[in-house]
């Protein structure tokens, strides 16, 4: 009996790694280093950090594809929800976008962190350190107003 789950393990290990490949980050086109959020303007250290760990992953060309990436079905729909949000939002290229078109992400970014849409339910399950304390939480909310602020108050 023991060889038997011995070889269905193994068997199971070589499906997975056989259904493992590359995925795509960066973009082939890839963006300007100097695009990305926290180059040209300061973001400071405590939100920087959150947004690494909720947000870029999804968000950005930095994307850390984790092992059940390679799995066919997941693969799928991990890959479509990286592509939609990095349409949303894309982080790396945060100053291609125009001022008053930040501002809105800003502002939006804040109203669904508060809300608890983002990062999605189903992400914090399988990344429980993608969930943010209130402190986080107003801490990111009070630099996504004062940057956004700045944004508009520079275009006028």
């Not at 870029?56 to 092992?67: A, G, K, L, R, Y």
């Not at 729909?77 to 800003?106: C, G, K």
């Amino acid at each position: 009996m023991r060889p038997r789950i011995v070889m269905l393990a193994a068997l199971v290990m070589v499906a997975i790694a056989s259904a493992a490949r590359s995925r795509p980050n960066p973009r082939a086109a890839g963006p300007d280093a100097g695009d990305s959020l926290g180059v040209r303007i300061h973001v400071p250290t405590p939100v920087m950090s959150t947004l690494r760990r909720a947000c870029v992953d999804c968000h950005s060309d930095e994307t850390s594809w984790p092992w059940y990436a390679g799995l066919p079905i997941a693969s799928h729909l991990i890959e479509r929800d990286v592509t939609e949000a990095r349409e949303q939002l894309d982080l790396s290229r945060w100053t291609q976008y125009n001022p008053f078109d930040r501002a809105d992400m800003l502002d939006k970014m804040c109203q669904l962190a508060s809300s608890g849409k983002m990062p999605p339910r189903r992400y914090r399950l399988m990344h429980p350190t993608a969930r943010l304390s209130a402190t986080e939480l107003t801490t990111l909310c009070d630099w996504t107003q004062v940057e956004a602020t700045r944004l508009v108050q520079e275009e006028k």
